[in-house]
């Protein structure tokens, strides 16, 4: 049974640039979360994503946005980026109260 | 609002001997608490959950975690640590009655030397 799988893994990306950030939950889980976590930071909530519609939203800006797919896989869209949002962003699937994360993908903005 | 806090940016503990990693929460109704575990350049893994019950919690990798509601916290422990062990460690807390939002408190690095 695979896990939370990420993709890509890593990513260099321009101020100004466009990113989308792709997650495949685990089999059987319904809800996929989406976490920033900077550098010697504890993972800060995104939003999260539950039948297609975004369920509940941290404190990030509009820049950030995100999709759910039938099959559950979720896409993370940061648009205009700054160079703040260089971080590892995590994602976690949930069918319950237990999120499970993927291995993330790494963001360098320059 | 939630919050959580983990007052030990670092723990050293020798191996063989007990390690605990200390965290408390907050939040208006009644906590989902976790401990996960990250390794370098890695995701976090899931180690322990209280929902409810049973105050002591064991979950893998021989850990435990023990909840204390006058006290607000959830302490991770372990009776013999091993080198192994060397990681940063996360605890969250979810709001019951608050939605779906989950909070990380900021990590504790633990080292246990040999």
């Known amino acids: 049974d695979a896990g939370v799988t990420q993709s890509p893994t890593h990513l260099i990306k321009t101020r100004g640039q466009q990113v989308t950030l792709r997650c495949s939950p685990k089999?059987?889980?319904?809800?996929v979360s989406w976490y920033q976590q900077a550098l010697g930071q504890g993972p800060q909530f995104i939003f999260q994503?539950?039948?297609?519609?975004?369920?509940q939203r941290g404190n990030f800006p509009d820049r950030f946005s995100g999709h759910q797919f039938p099959n559950y896989s979720s896409e993370l869209n940061v648009n205009a980026l700054l160079l703040g949002d260089s971080a590892l962003y995590l994602c976690?699937?949930?069918?319950?109260?237990?999120?499970?994360f993927g291995p993330g993908t790494r963001l360098l903005v320059l | 609002a939630q919050s959580v806090a983990q007052p030990e940016d670092q723990v050293n503990v020798a191996e063989g001997n007990p390690l605990t990693v200390k965290c408390t929460y907050s939040?208006?109704?009644?906590?989902?608490l976790f401990w996960y575990v990250q390794y370098p350049n890695r995701g976090l893994q899931f180690l322990l959950k209280?929902?409810?019950?049973?105050?002591l919690v064991k979950g893998s990798y021989g850990f435990e975690a023990e909840f204390n509601k006058s006290q607000t916290s959830f302490h991770l422990k372990k009776p013999s640590a091993l080198v192994s062990d060397s990681a940063l460690y996360f605890c969250a807390v979810r709001d019951q009655t608050g939605g779906f939002k989950t909070i990380f408190g900021a990590g504790t690095r633990l080292f246990v030397k040999a």
């Open positions: 976690a699937s949930s069918r319950q109260e237990t999120q499970y």
């Open positions: 209280y929902i409810t019950g049973d105050n």
């Open positions: 089999s059987g889980h319904d809800t």
């Open positions: 939040v208006s109704g009644n906590p989902y």
């Open positions: 994503y539950y039948e297609e519609e975004e369920r």
